[in-house]
């Protein structure tokens, strides 16, 4: 039940995830949640027993779907890591991280090739964990992933205090609780490894609901501070696309007034954008340069333009200065040249 309720939650995550896949140019949280959210599923009960049949009932599947986890976990640094922390360091780092994972990969298919699995079994640890390469199976993939949440729930939390937006903040401080819940998931997996090995198994059992409550709690902080900002994002453009439509509406009447003699360039209100979420922006911004170009030509036409005209303009250009500031766009300045009397 616990696999299937954490790749339930991941499955969620990349349905979050996918209507930003155009915009987004790093796809490495999506490729991370498709990846671990495989692993997870590969893990049902059901699913497992079908699949490592298939393969010869080896247990190959395990091994699949731990290469899986491991390569998940990566994506999933990577693509944090790189949100927090925007030095060219990072792109090392990643160099050597990718290093590290292609060891551990190995690691885990020479330890699995030692152990004595002969038979189908959805708790793979429990019924061979007592063979030490068992254990260094285990405990190989465990240690990769403690040590890599470990330094990305850290870099979350030293730079949440950096994000200009208050859901990045909100979602690096879930996403760091998530990796300190993962942290104490190794902790006890390696404690089961342990304790297996002395032949504890009362003790090991115990130890296990402490497994699945961190991979639950781990996976739904996670999951929530990965899919936070991308919703909000989505939000905030709807708001700032209906924002914007309202004001090429009032902005109608001053265009029209001051553009009517220069017809050859003037904005057709009917085309199309490509992203309908960016289109009254657009819109907007070519009606404010429009204006200020045929003031520019001809500063008389400022008479044209009443105090609720020059309030709309106002509006206008505060409502495109976080967008276009320090981009490449044109941004319009007509208030500050308000006045201007040569050509």
């Not at 039940?1 to 915009?23: G, T």
């Not at 401080?173 to 009362?202: N, P, R, S, T, Y």
């Amino acid at each position: 039940m616990i696999q299937e309720i954490s790749a339930a939650v991941i499955w969620c995550l990349a349905l979050c995830l996918l209507p930003d896949l155009k915009r987004r140019k790093d796809q490495s949280i999506l490729v991370a949640a498709v990846t671990i959210a495989t692993a997870l599923t590969l893990n049902v009960d059901r699913i497992y027993i079908a699949g490592d049949q298939l393969l010869g009932s080896r247990n190959l599947l395990d091994l699949i779907a731990n290469v899986f986890m491991v390569v998940g976990i990566y994506f999933l640094s990577r693509a944090i890591l790189r949100a927090a922390d925007v030095r060219e360091t990072v792109d090392i780092h990643n160099r050597a991280g990718l290093s590290v994972l292609g060891i551990v990969v190995l690691a885990l298919i020479v330890s699995f090739s030692l152990v004595d699995a002969p038979r189908t079994s959805t708790s793979f640890m429990r019924d061979f964990g007592s063979q030490w390469p068992a254990a260094v199976y285990s405990s190989v993939q465990f240690l990769y992933i403690g040590a890599v949440v470990a330094i990305t729930g850290f870099t979350c939390f030293r730079f949440r205090g950096e994000m200009a937006k208050p859901y990045f903040r909100v979602a690096f401080m879930f996403i760091a609780v998530g990796c300190a819940l993962a942290v104490v998931l190794v902790l006890a997996v390696l404690g089961m490894d342990v304790l297996h090995l002395m032949g504890e198994l009362e003790a090991m059992t115990r130890l296990s609901y402490v497994y699945d409550a961190a991979e639950v709690g781990a996976m739904v902080f996670l999951c929530m501070g990965l899919a936070l900002p991308p919703v909000a994002r989505r939000l905030e453009r709807r708001s700032d696309a209906r924002a914007a439509a309202v004001l090429v509406e009032r902005l109608a009447g001053p265009w029209d007034r001051i553009t009517s003699e220069r017809s050859e360039i003037r904005l057709d209100l009917a085309q199309t954008a490509i992203d309908r979420h960016d289109a009254p922006k657009r819109r907007l911004h070519r009606m404010l340069v429009e204006i200020q170009d045929a003031l520019f030509v001809d500063p008389h036409l400022a008479q044209l333009l009443s105090q609720d005209d020059l309030d709309v303009l106002r509006e206008a250009e505060q409502h495109l200065g976080a967008r276009f500031a320090g981009s490449g766009h044109r941004q319009p300045g007509l208030l500050s040249r308000k006045g201007d009397t040569t050509p």
